[in-house]
């Protein structure tokens, strides 16, 4: 038996119980549209204004230590990723994959 067979709506809190969870579903799905534009939105502009390996860039980083872990971290997806689009940006741009720390320019 699921939690919201358990609550019956017919009481004020059983009501209140199933406004609550209803809505915080919609808020969840419209936070997660919401973030999704806004991360579409600042990576166009980030490589609109820096170039698409804006990220391989030391200098557009104020931490070393971040500027390592995000392309040991971004290194980790393109060897992991399955995704057609990044297979085949790697085989046009002959980028079979990077070692951790070295940039492609």
């Known amino acids: 038996m699921t939690a919201s067979a358990l609550v019956s709506p017919s009481t004020i ?3 209140c119980i199933v406004f609550d969870r209803k809505l915080r579903g919609l808020v969840t799905e ?11 939105r600042w990576a166009y502009e980030i ?4 170039g698409p390996l804006a990220y391989e860039n030391p ?4 931490n070393p230590k971040i500027h390592k872990e995000t392309l040991e971290r971004i290194d980790r ?4 990723t399955r995704d057609e689009t990044i297979l085949h940006f790697r085989m046009k741009h002959q980028m079979p994959g990077r ?3 070295q940039c492609a320019r």
Do not use: C, D, M, W
């Open 13 to 15: 809190s059983g009501l």
């Open 30 to 40: 419209g936070t997660k549209s919401v973030e999704i534009s806004v991360r579409s």
């Open 47 to 50: 490589g609109h204004h820096y």
């Open 59 to 62: 200098a557009n980083f104020n």
């Open 77 to 80: 997806e393109l060897v992991r």
């Open 99 to 101: 070692r951790s720390g």
